[in-house]
Structures are given as C-alpha cells and as structure tokens.
C-alpha cells in the first residue's frame, strides 16, 4: 500500500511505499532530488545545463576547460587574504595546489611564480616562506636549490618523521608490540612472531633491538 508525501522541492504530492517513507525519501523524482540550471560557458558561449550544487562547474566540456588560458584559470582558483593567497582548487596529496599549465600538471605556486616574476631557472626550487604549501601570494615565495629547500625544512621543524602508528604503512600497535617483546623474552622467535603478526622478522628484529618503536615502552 502507498502513502501520500509531499515533495520538499516542488511541492507535490506523490504516493510512496511504507519502506521508502522509513528510508526518507523527500522528493518526487531525479529532477527534484538533483535540480538543474542553466549556465553560460565563458569559453564558447553556449548554455549549458549543469546540477545547481556543482557551482564550480563552470565550463560546459573539459576541452572548454582546456582552451582557456591556464593565466585565467589560475585566478579561478585563488581566494587572497590579508596574507595568503588559498588555492581552493584542485590539489596534490602533498597539499600543494594543482594546475595545468604549460601542457602538464604542475604546483600552482610554481605557475604563480612564473605568472608574476617569469620563468624558473632550471635547478631551482619555489619555497614557501609562510609554510603553507596551498599558499600562492607570490611575495611569500621564493627561489632556492633543493638543498636550500630542505635546510628550510629542517630549520622551521617541518621534517618530523612518523612513526609508530602515525606512519600511513603501520601493521603493529603499542599493545602488539609490547606482546612481542614478552613473547621474545618467553622463547619465541623471530620468525615465529614475524608470522603471527604477518609482518617480516626484519620487522620484528628492528622493534626488538629499538631501531623502531622505542617510544613504546
């Protein structure tokens, strides 16, 4: 048996069964649960229709996309504060902004540079002087090798190792290494424990001797 709801969209009423009525259904159709709109695409001008949440959708294809100058689709993608410039657009996993420019995908603080102080000399690197890797305000970048790079790095603190369960290819915990070791001292061996907790006996051998895990106690 059906029962009348009323469409939260458009306001009609429509008749459901008892199981969707449990599960929430809220609209009469696929065009009220994902409403439309009508845009103008800025690279050939014709009116598209996109979903009216996808508000950064603002080409009608992605050759349209491509076809702008990657200068314009640079400041698409920034948002400037009082300090930093945010990347809102796409990013890598580093957390650096990502943009394609000059035919490949590059860092968008890269490209920043090269939009306001020209090209980057082969060798060198763009740093952040602000830390912050989706940061695109070019007077908070600067040049430097990748051993400047990285004396930066060390010096502001930022090369902080993960370890233990803090790093992303962790099998152990604290309370299994703590097992170990007193299973170590009871006569196992390495190959044993390496086996029962599905990790190599390197593995076992490095938490034993304090290479690894010696912040568990």
Known sequence: MKHPVLCQRCGKTFLVYAYRIIAGVKYCSPECRTPKVS?????????????????????????????????????????????????????FNTGYGALLWERKRGTAHRASWVLHYGRIPKGLCVCHRCDNRSCVNPKHLFLGTHADNMQDMFAKGRRIAAVGEKSSCHKLNANKVREIRVQFQAGASKEGLGRKYDVDSKTIRCLLTGRTWKHVI
């Open 39 to 91: 845009s103008v695409c800025p690279t050939c001008g014709i009116v598209f229709v996109r979903p009216m949440d996808a508000r950064k959708q603002i080409f009608c294809t992605i050759a349209c996309y491509h076809a702008q100058p990657w200068q314009l689709r640079f400041w698409k993608s920034v948002k400037k504060t009082d300090s930093c410039w945010e990347w809102t657009g796409s990013k």
